[in-house]
């Protein structure tokens, strides 16, 4: 490693450090839900969620901890985690990954995390957003459907 860089994303907690810690998931996932609740392009999405996201933005916000390196709040909290499973309670097609992904960037660029951490984020919150599409596209029993 260059002794001018910092460590790599996605090594130990440096993507966790590079949100800014506890307090920077914490602005990310508000500035989030403040998005998904103002942005015409999250209706959608946001037809999901209940009128109160008090407890989506606590889980989003333990989530991101752990799945960046830091503390890991939502194991301690809820318990594991099956991000396609835990998802499946919805219909998520390409409209709603596509809906999530939108606001995740929005909310990403409010930060003030390094253009290269931004980049890296986006990247990275892309593979469980396909993934959860994946699994549903796969699954001929979905949720409104018999």
Known sequence: MN?????AFGVGDASFQAAGGEP???????????????APEAAGVRAMYPADVSDARDRL???????LGGPKRYA?????ISIPQFHTRWQVGEAERDAWLFCMEQAIARQPF?????????????????????VQAACPMRPGRS
Not at 61 to 67: D, M, Q, R, V, Y
Not at 76 to 80: I, L, S
């Open 3 to 7: 002794p001018d860089q910092g460590p």
């Open 76 to 80: 301690e909290k809820y318990g594991g």
């Open 24 to 38: 920077g998931l914490q602005r990310l996932v508000a500035d989030f839900y403040q998005v998904m609740d103002l």
């Open 114 to 134: 390094t253009p290269e951490f931004a980049e890296y984020l986006l990247r990275q919150l892309r593979v469980p957003a396909e993934r959860i599409r994946q």
């Open 61 to 67: 916000a333990s989530f991101l901890s752990g799945w």
